[in-house]
């Protein structure tokens, strides 16, 4: 079993990386969510992905960067 260690408000967290179901930027930290629950930890999103092992990002696209095309 492989656990990370991430920076949480209290001290640090280990979290294994197979129980991750999300990662989310909140308003000020990242939100590491886990089958057994939601941890809040200081890291950036980008960094907490990478340090639980992900290949690639997904990222959001909302419908205010598809409407801002005006043709000419």
């Known amino acids: 079993m492989r656990l990370v260690k991430l920076e949480g408000h209290d001290g ?4 294994n ?3 991750v179901v999300a990662v989310r930027k909140a308003l000020k930290d990242t939100k ?3 089958v057994s629950g939601m941890h ?3 890291e950036a999103p980008e960094v907490v992905a ?3 092992g992900a290949d690639e990002l997904a ?5 205010k960067a598809v409407l801002t ?4």
């Open 12 to 15: 640090p967290i280990w979290i």
């Open 17 to 19: 990386p197979e129980h």
């Open 32 to 34: 590491v969510e886990t």
């Open 40 to 42: 809040m930890v200081k």
């Open 50 to 52: 990478r340090l639980l």
């Open 59 to 63: 990222k959001e696209i909302n419908a």
């Open 69 to 72: 095309y005006e043709p000419e």
